[in-house]
């Protein structure tokens, strides 16, 4: 089982990126996926995650607003949608996901069992 994370980038504050996370070895349809970021000298942050169930998600509070997750599950792929980035959005993306069905929406670093490499995203200022 693999996850690929692609489309970080260097941009300025304001601008758009969105990641990819692609999944192979097994499809993902049934479980949540999520997206995590670790900026220089900090631990790793939730950024956003997505439910298995239809148009349930969960953002942190401070990408609320700017940030947009979504899945092709046909594709077995999700998406982060970033927008208005400041410098502060500065860090490492990571996806990651669930082993199996899960109806509540995790958090924490340990709910997920698999993860991608990271796409690093520099906004500068």
């Known amino acids: 089982v693999q996850l690929q994370a692609s489309g970080g980038g260097l941009v300025q504050a304001g601008a758009s990126l969105r990641l990819s996370c692609t999944a192979s070895g097994r499809t993902f349809g049934d479980v949540n996926m999520a997206w995590f970021r670790q900026a220089p000298g900090k631990d790793h942050e939730f950024v956003a995650a997505i439910s298995w169930v239809p148009d349930k998600t969960s953002y942190a509070d401070s990408v609320k607003g700017r940030f947009t997750i979504s899945r092709d599950s046909a594709k077995n792929t999700a998406y982060l949608q970033m927008s208005s980035l400041k410098p502060e959005d500065t860090a490492v993306y990571f996806c990651?996901?669930?082993?199996?069905?899960?109806?509540?929406?995790?958090?924490?670093?340990?709910?997920?069992?698999?993860w991608g490499q990271g796409t690093q995203v520099t906004v500068s200022s």
């Open positions: 990651a996901a669930n082993s199996r069905t899960r109806l509540r929406i995790g958090v924490q670093m340990a709910e997920y069992a698999y």
